[in-house]
């Protein structure tokens, strides 16, 4: 077994609001932040390679999530103001990670809590960090090699 290390770039992927979960009254809604689906990616060394994200509980580092992780607009941290919210809970449930997320009650995020409630916002994006892959052949050799995140973390 041959081992390798790469710093990657921290990572994206498509999450989903679940209207139904909004609270008003609370400012929260849960979000399906991954499925763990495979994806297609490139990366700078290999080219094209499948990514899928474990889902087994010792794989996914959620302490950060539990810990007051932030809810950004655009994944910018640059600046205070480009933070709408604060993740309250994350946890993993079957074959999905969720987390219940609470907009700050600032008078300019109330649009986007609005756009939330009225069904135009539907999907976010969640940033996460791989800390380790476990690389897998492909049989086809036409086809890219799948790389599983063994090692995760989702962060914003």
Not at 14 to 20: D, Y
Request: proline residues 6%; glycine residues 6%.
């Amino acid at each position: 077994m041959t081992t390798e290390t790469r710093q990657l770039p921290p990572l994206d992927l498509r999450a989903a609001i679940v209207p139904a979960t909004f609270d008003a009254t609370a400012r929260t809604v849960e979000i399906v932040w991954t499925t763990g689906a495979t994806v297609l990616r490139t990366d700078y060394w290999d080219g094209p390679f499948y990514e899928s994200l474990s889902l087994d509980p010792a794989s996914v580092r959620l302490g950060r999530l539990n810990n007051g992780a932030p809810f950004l607009a655009c994944h910018d941290a640059d600046d205070l103001d480009d933070v709408i919210g604060v993740v309250e809970k994350a946890w993993l449930a079957g074959n999905e990670g969720r987390a219940i997320v609470r907009f700050s009650a600032r008078e300019d995020v109330a649009p986007i809590i609005q756009d939330v409630q009225d069904g135009i916002l539907r999907n976010i994006s969640v940033g996460y960090q791989v800390h380790t892959f476990v690389r897998e052949a492909s049989p086809n050799s036409k086809e890219p090699d799948t790389y599983t995140a063994t090692d995760w973390e989702p962060f914003e």
